[in-house]
């Protein structure tokens, strides 16, 4: 093993922490640095390949948030209509004549709500964060089938089904059950990767 010699310059170490500067020998080191080796130094730190650091956080707004707000009304909505023909038994009699173009619009809005929530958030080519978007339509269907059956008990819930505008409270929920889902995924994926 070599041993490393301790270096005992008494330029340097005399003056470290008085402000004084040592001489002007002990800096030759760094003034031979060429600027090649600087530029390849800083290669080294930032890969080319790597993303920028406000890029995650671009994501977030443009893509993570409005994908988010989609699919939670969305999956509420979906849970509301779920409580209507499955538990209230309205028939398909009282369906509307264009239900299925109806049908295949909020289909697409929640794809599309479910690809911006995955990809605002997550990484579209890991499969696991898929739980992402799958969370957030299950918050939402489960918050709106509560809310479709204590609509008859409850002036809020009424209130909610009613008018929208009340739902916003329960968009910080909506904004936070992801993320949760998201740090578990990640949990898991570190604990036994593929």
Same mark, same amino acid.
């Given at each position: 093993?070599?041993?490393?010699?301790?270096?005992?310059?008494?330029?340097?170490?005399?003056?470290?922490?008085?402000?004084?500067?040592?001489?002007?020998?002990?800096?030759?080191?760094?003034?031979?640095?060429?600027? +090649?080796?600087?530029?390849?130094?800083?290669?080294?730190?930032?890969?080319?390949?790597?993303?920028?650091?406000?890029?995650?956080?671009?994501?977030?707004?443009?893509?993570?948030?409005?994908?988010?707000?989609?699919?939670?009304?969305?999956?509420?909505?979906?849970?509301?209509?779920?409580?209507?023909?499955?538990?209230?038994?309205?028939?398909?009699?009282?369906?509307?004549?264009?239900?299925?173009?109806?049908?295949?619009?909020?289909?697409?809005?929640?794809?599309?709500?479910?690809?911006?929530?995955?990809?605002?958030?997550?990484?579209?080519?890991?499969?696991?964060?898929?739980?992402?978007?799958?969370?957030?339509? +299950?918050?939402?269907?489960?918050?709106? +089938?509560?809310?479709?059956?204590?609509?008859?008990?409850?002036?809020?819930?009424?209130?909610?089904?009613?008018?929208?505008?009340?739902?916003?409270?329960?968009?910080?929920?909506?904004?936070?059950?992801?993320?949760?889902?998201?740090?578990?995924?990640?949990?898991?994926?570190?604990?036994?990767?593929?």
């Amino acid at each position: 093993m070599k041993k490393s010699k301790l270096d005992t310059n008494p330029g340097i170490s005399a003056h470290t922490f008085s402000g004084v500067r040592g001489y002007a020998d002990d800096f030759s080191a760094i003034s031979s640095i060429k600027a +090649a080796d600087i530029s390849r130094m800083k290669r080294e730190v930032y890969p080319v390949g790597d993303e920028k650091p406000h890029a995650g956080l671009l994501r977030q707004i443009f893509l993570y948030f409005p994908g988010t707000f989609i699919l939670f009304f969305a999956s509420f909505g979906a849970g509301i209509i779920f409580m209507e023909l499955a538990v209230y038994s309205r028939g398909p009699l009282d369906l509307p004549d264009n239900y299925p173009l109806q049908l295949a619009i909020i289909t697409a809005i929640i794809l599309a709500g479910s690809l911006m929530t995955w990809a605002g958030l997550g990484d579209l080519k890991n499969k696991k964060h898929f739980a992402i978007p799958a969370s957030l339509l +299950a918050t939402g269907a489960i918050f709106g +089938a509560a809310t479709k059956a204590a609509a008859s008990i409850s002036d809020l819930a009424d209130k909610m089904l009613d008018d929208f505008n009340y739902l916003i409270y329960l968009l910080p929920l909506a904004l936070v059950i992801p993320i949760l889902a998201n740090n578990i995924v990640e949990r898991l994926t570190e604990k036994s990767p593929d």
